[in-house]
């Protein structure tokens, strides 16, 4: 039962963003009735005094029926941003010249296909 539940919800697409501390993941997965959906999880990593380390993970789940508006209130509050604040990176941390890296797109050969990537931070 546990590996037909596993199977169930099985990636079918993955992308990865990279922000320093934090990585995003982009999960397109499948429901028990066969159709789509998304998860981004956010991992951030805390090290500790002494060099040991773990992780925070925040998840979303998002639905097709959710997809639209979710995309016009997105695009609606980052245009927001930067309309007020404009594109430069305002922070301490990040130095002006601050980019992220691409997403990464695992598919192989123009295909589709699941990559088992085993992160620390995912166990």
Do not use: C, W
């Not at 963003?17 to 956010?42: H, M, N, Q, S």
């Amino acid at each position: 039962m546990e590996e037909k539940e596993f199977l169930e919800n099985e990636e079918i697409f993955s992308k990865a963003l990279r922000a320093g501390r934090r990585t995003y993941f982009f999960d397109v997965r499948a429901t028990r009735a066969k159709d789509y959906y998304l998860t981004i999880t956010e991992s951030k990593k805390f090290t500790h005094e002494d060099g040991s380390f773990h992780y925070k993970k925040h998840k979303i789940y998002l639905y097709k029926e959710d997809f639209e508006p979710f995309k016009d209130i997105l695009n609606e509050m980052t245009g927001y941003v930067f309309e007020e604040k404009g594109e430069e990176v305002i922070s301490e941390r990040h130095q002006k010249n601050f980019k992220t890296r691409a997403f990464q797109d695992y598919s192989i050969d123009g295909y589709n296909s699941t990559i088992n990537l085993n992160f620390e931070d995912l166990q």
